[in-house]
């Protein structure tokens, strides 16, 4: 089932009646207008039969003609378009002058009597007159074939329809003008609010909005109201437990690795390492779980995306994380080009650290890896590639999970750095890709920005 | 070396303390900004370590009210939110370096060693970096007590590296340290004078590429 909508219904019970009254307009004017036409020409046929009862003589036997001259007779069936027949008969039948097989009318309730009929296998417009006069009473029938008739019937009816066809055609545009118009309030509110980013919490302003559609809006609004109070209260709850959580591990993991040096502490040195080494590990995992809620809170929220420089956010990432690379033996190197977007600066080097960090810890002494900046296929991108020992093509989707561990991963990961990576591309409307390096070897993982 | 260390949180601020100690400065510890204006007013430092997040009166006050006082003495803030407005304004202020919490030790060492040193090469002409002494001023260099022979160009490397210490020093910027108006250097001249101070130094100090991004310098691992 399709939606329902404002603009078909109106468009349906404002169309359908008007096309409706429209149609039985158009009838009722050809109606009207055929009967004044056939009263004129019926009128023509009576006068030829008045005339033509005029001139009905008696003769010297008795006998009644009609004392009409050929020439008289032929102006009378003259027509242009028509052929005119005529008769004339005593009341009793009895026939006088004319053609002789020309039916006749009786009726004896209108004087005279009009009606179709067929002669001579046409359809004919028959007139009867019976004429009471010095001669007795006499019946004068003049009928006349349907050309002339038809052809005005039919510019009459073309007539009235091309009328009301263009009157037709003009109510109709007019009603889905104004349909349209009269929408056009709603469809300004919802230009309004697809225009807005869906990071947008502030209320839709209140000035433009029709009535009928005004207590939605506040609805909306209320709603807005809501979800930013709702952000407002997780941002600072997220900045004070990332301050609660961080200061306590900040010193815990100082004081355990001042202890692993000191040489009073020498006889529990390895468990001491094994507890620094865990304090490490839930330090990481924190840090970690902090940047995924606050980037789930970044994808809901009114988060602000700059202008970000791709380039300076590969030189920061790499020159925070150059000392584990190099304590670790690897060679690192950024290799960038211009490129920016629109996006959060602290999520995207989270990610890009996130990437950094695995490729250090899945990189053997001696290994590369290279950060990377720039636009391919006029869409931007971030690229981390290294040298290391890969992640197998069918694990490649599922490390995007979280918590998911490669079956190759190395050292005390949590598995939420590449969940990390897929949430800020996510928010960033960019497609995260896993590859081999280029001879097949190592991991490349891609971040590409789809234009927006 | 004498640092003041502003930390509210008793386990962290004995830990830095301590890990100071350890490595041959003098440190004391306070809890509050305003604990820290008043030993600041007694007695001198050569580092303050401040945490942006102090009761009252916060990290970034303590910095603003010693730049207005004058007081020059070097900054480094740490900070436990993870936003970048808090290291934007803790710079603005005056700040000279920011570390996130959490840190390493050995990071947070480097970082004190780095902004002490920058600070005393404009006081004095003495400038130690592990094993290596730089006078400034006669533009000499000592490795382990010995003369090394270097070039100016070399020098000035050196000098540009080590003011910039546990930094990527960008090959633009070693290169601006050496050229001089009557002559047009490449940056490869840059890698050749680098190889040759490599070879120099002989591992009293380790020179790092940082492919597509510059230098950076480090004291030889233990």
Known sequence: ?452 | MRVLVVEDDPLVGDGVRRALNNDGFAADLVASTEAAKSALDAESFDLVIADIGLPRQDGLQLVRSLRSRGQNVPVLMLTARDGLEDRVTALDLGADDYLTKPFQVPELLARCRALIRRANSVASARVGFGELELDTARKSVTAGGKTLELSQREWAILECLILNGGHIVSKSKLMSAIVDWSEDLTLNAVEVYVSRLRAKLAGAAVISTVRGMGYRIDEPRK
Not at chain 1, 180 to 203: K, M
Not at chain 1, 263 to 288: C, I, K, M, N
Not at chain 1, 379 to 408: A, M, Q, Y
């Open chain 1, 1 to 452: 089932m399709t939606a329902p909508s404002i603009r078909k219904r109106l468009l349906a019970l404002l169309l359908l009646p008007a096309v409706l009254i429209l149609i039985a307009g158009t009838l009722s004017d050809y109606f009207t207008a055929l009967a004044p036409y056939r009263d004129a020409y019926d009128q023509a046929l009576f006068d030829a039969a008045l005339a033509i009862s005029g001139h009905v003589r008696v003769d010297s036997q008795g006998r009644r003609t009609l004392s009409l001259p050929a020439d008289a007779i032929a102006i009378l069936r003259y027509d242009t378009y028509d052929s005119i027949f005529f008769k004339v008969t005593t009341e009793a039948g009895e026939f006088i002058a004319g053609d002789r097989d020309l039916p006749e009318l009786h009726d004896n309730t209108t004087n005279p009597a009009r009606g179709y009929a067929r002669y001579h296998r046409e359809s004919v417009r028959l007139v009867t007159y019976r004429a009471k006069g010095s001669t007795g009473t006499l019946e004068v029938s003049v009928a006349e074939t349907l050309h002339k008739r038809d052809h005005t019937r039919s510019r009459i009816l073309f007539s009235a329809l091309a009328v009301d066809i263009a009157q037709l055609s003009l109510v109709l545009a007019l009603i889905w003008i104004g349909v349209g118009l009269a929408l056009g309030p709603l469809r300004s509110v919802e230009a309004q609010i697809s225009r807005r980013s869906a990071r947008d919490l502030t209320p839709l302003p209140g000035e433009s909005i029709p009535t009928e559609i005004a207590g939605l809006v506040a609805a909306l609004n209320r709603l807005f109201v809501t979800v930013r109070a709702t952000s407002d209260a997780q941002r600072r709850f997220l900045g004070s437990a990332a301050h609660q959580l961080r200061t306590p591990l900040t010193g815990l993991q100082v004081q355990l690795e001042l202890l692993t040096e000191d040489p009073a502490a020498a006889p529990v040195r390895e468990r001491l390492a094994a507890l620094l080494e865990a304090t490490q590990r839930l330090t990481h995992t924190t840090q970690q779980l902090l940047a995924l809620a606050r980037s789930d809170e970044a994808a809901n929220l009114s988060w602000e995306f700059t202008r970000i420089e791709l380039s300076e956010v590969v030189e920061a990432t790499v020159a925070d994380r150059i000392s584990a690379a190099l304590a670790a033996g690897i060679d690192i190197g950024a290799d960038t080009q211009p490129g920016t977007i629109q996006g959060v600066r602290w999520l995207l080097l989270e990610a890009l650290s996130n990437l950094v960090n695995n490729a250090i810890a899945h990189t053997p002494t001696g290994g590369t890896i290279t950060v990377r900046s720039g636009v391919a296929a006029d869409t931007e991108f971030l690229e981390v590639s290294d040298s290391g020992i890969g992640i197998p093509v069918d694990e490649r989707e599922r490390v995007l999970e979280r918590f998911f561990r490669g079956s190759n991963a190395r050292g005390a990961g949590s598995g939420l750095g590449l969940a990390i990576v897929a949430e800020v591309a996510q928010l960033h409307g960019a497609a995260v890709a896993i590859d081999s390096g280029p001879d097949g070897k190592g991991t490349t993982v891609r971040m590409t920005f789809q234009r927006r």
